[in-house]
C-alpha cells in the first residue's frame, strides 16, 4: 500500500473519528458493547512515526495546547495494532495501558483512531510503540528459542500515560514501570520518547540495577536514545512513512517545546563528543555513547549492528564504566559476527577515545 493511499485512510479515519469515539466512551469509557471476537489480536489506529516533525519536516510546529489542527493531517499514519489481548482495551503480549488521564480507549471492534486533541491517541502511541519496539528485537532474533538469542523485556510492560505532572519521563524499574510524562508537548505524542524509556526497561532487564554510576548511567541514556532511534527508523522504513527531519535527531516534535532554533532535537545520536568532553551528567555524556552506536550502525547495518550491541549488555555490570562497555561490546562483536565486525566496533569506541580501547 503507497504511503498517499495509507495517508487518505488516515484522513477518512480521523474524519469518521467522533462517531468512534462516541460508541467508545459511551457510560464513562466503560465497555458497553461485546468484546472483540475470541483471538482477535490485530487492531486499527493512527499514530505518529515517530513524530509529526519527522515525518513532515516541518520545524515549525507547535503544541498549541493539544490542538488537532496543531498538526497535519498527513503526520496521522494508519497502523495495525498487534499482539492484543481481546479485551478491547490497549493490553496486550508487549503493553499493557495500565492508568492514564480520562478515559481508557476501549472498542469493541479493535478500532482505536483519535487525533491529538483526545487524550486516548497517546495512550494508542505508547501502546503502539512499546509492541513495535519489542517486535523489532525479536525481528533481531531476541526470542529465546533454540539457536537463537536471549529474550529481552519479554513481557506486557506497563505503562502510565500523562499521570506524571511534569514534561519529563522515566522507567522506574522497581516498580517494572514506564511513566510519561505532560506539559509543552505530551511525551506520548512522540514515539521517539517512549521507545527511549523503553530502552531504560530493556537495560533493567537485562542487568537488574543498571546505572549506579555516572558513566553507566550515561550508557543507559545514550542506548535509550540509540534505539529510539534505530526503532523509529525501523518502522518507518517498514510503513513507507518519508524521514523529513534529521535521521540522527532524537525528539523532534517533544522538543519543539524547549528548544528555540531548528532542528528540533533533545539530543542527537551524531555528535563529536569525546571522552575527553565529559561534563559529569548522564544525558549529554550520553551522546559520547550513542555517536560510537551510531557509528558502528552506519557501517555494519542496523541488524548487525544491534545484535551485537543489545547483546553485549548482558555482560554489563550495574556500575559499567565506558571503557568495560565497550570491551564488552568488542567481545560480543567477534562471537556474533567475527574479526572484522570486532575490529569496526574498536574503531567506533577509539573514535570517541575512550581511555584504554
Given at each position: 500500500?503507497?504511503?498517499l ?15 468512534i ?21 490485530d487492531g ?13 519536516g ?22 495495525t ?11 496486550g503480549?508487549?503493553?499493557n495501558?495500565?492508568?492514564e488521564?480520562g478515559?481508557?480507549a ?12 483526545d487524550?486516548?491517541f497517546e ?8 509492541t513495535?519496539?519489542q517486535?523489532?528485537?525479536r ?8 539457536g537463537?538469542?536471549?529474550e ?13 505532572g511534569q ?7 522497581r516498580?517494572?514501570?514506564?511513566k ?14 517512549i521507545?527511549?524509556?523503553y ?5 533493567d532487564?537485562?542487568?537488574?540495577g543498571?546505572?549506579?554510576?555516572i ?8 542506548f ?7 526503532v ?8 513507507g ?12 516534535w517533544?522538543?519543539v ?9 533533545l ?8 571522552y ?15 555517536r560510537?552506536?551510531w ?16 547483546e553485549a549488555?548482558f555482560?554489563?555490570?550495574?556500575d559499567?564504566?565506558?571503557?568495560d562497555?565497550?570491551?564488552d561490546?568488542?567481545a ?10 570486532a ?10 577515545e575512550?581511555?584504554?580501547?
Open positions: 500500500m503507497s504511503l493511499t495509507r495517508r487518505r485512510m488516515a484522513a477518512a479515519a480521523l474524519s469518521a473519528g467522533v462517531a469515539a462516541l460508541v467508545q466512551t459511551s457510560a464513562g469509557g466503560s465497555a458497553t458493547a461485546a468484546n472483540p471476537a475470541p483471538n482477535t489480536t486499527t489506529a493512527v499514530v505518529f512515526v515517530a513524530n509529526p516533525v519527522q515525518s513532515t516541518i520545524q515549525t510546529l507547535t503544541d498549541q495546547k493539544d490542538s488537532a489542527s496543531a498538526v497535519p493531517a498527513a503526520a496521522y499514519i494508519p497502523v495494532l498487534h499482539d492484543l489481548d481481546g479485551s478491547g482495551y490497549l493490553r503480549t508487549w503493553a495501558i495500565r492508568n488521564t478515559n481508557p476501549f472498542s469493541a471492534t479493535n478500532t482505536f483512531v483519535y487525533d491529538r486533541h487524550d486516548r495512550q494508542v502511541m505508547a501502546y503502539f510503540w512499546v513495535e519496539a517486535r523489532y528485537l525481528g533481531l532474533g531476541f526470542t529465546g528459542q533454540p537463537r538469542l536471549r529481552v523485556n519479554a513481557e506486557s510492560q506497563d505503562l502510565r500515560i500523562n499521570q506524571w514534561d519529563n519521563s522515566f522507567s522506574w524499574d516498580h517494572d514501570l514506564i510519561l510524562g505532560k506539559g509543552g508537548v505530551d511525551d506520548a505524542e512522540d514515539g521517539e520518547v521507545v527511549h524509556e530502552g531504560h526497561a530493556v537495560h532487564a537485562q542487568v537488574p543498571f546505572g549506579t554510576s558513566e553507566a548511567g550515561s550508557i543507559g541514556e545514550g535509550g536514545d540509540y534505539l529510539a532511534v534505530t523509529g527508523l525501523h518502522v518507518a522504513g517498514q510503513l512513512v518519508p524521514v523529513l527531519g534529521p535521521p540522527a535527531c532524537v525528539a523532534d517533544d522538543s517545546s524547549y528548544t528555540s532554533s531548528a532542528p528540533h532535537c539530543r542527537r545520536v551524531d555528535t563529536d563528543k569525546t575527553a568532553d565529559r561534563v559529569g551528567r548522564v544525558h549529554p555524556d550520553g551522546e559520547i555513547w550513542s560510537a552506536l557509528d558502528i550502525r552506519s557501517t555494519l547495518g542496523p541488524a548487525v549492528a544491534d545484535r551485537i550491541i543489545i549488555q555482560d554489563f555490570a550495574p559499567t564504566s565506558f571503557h562497555a565497550a570491551l561490546t568488542i560480543t562483536a567477534g562471537e556474533l559476527a567475527g574479526p572484522a565486525a575490529n569496526v566496533v574498536r574503531q567506533a569506541f577509539e573514535d570517541r575512550i581511555p584504554g580501547i
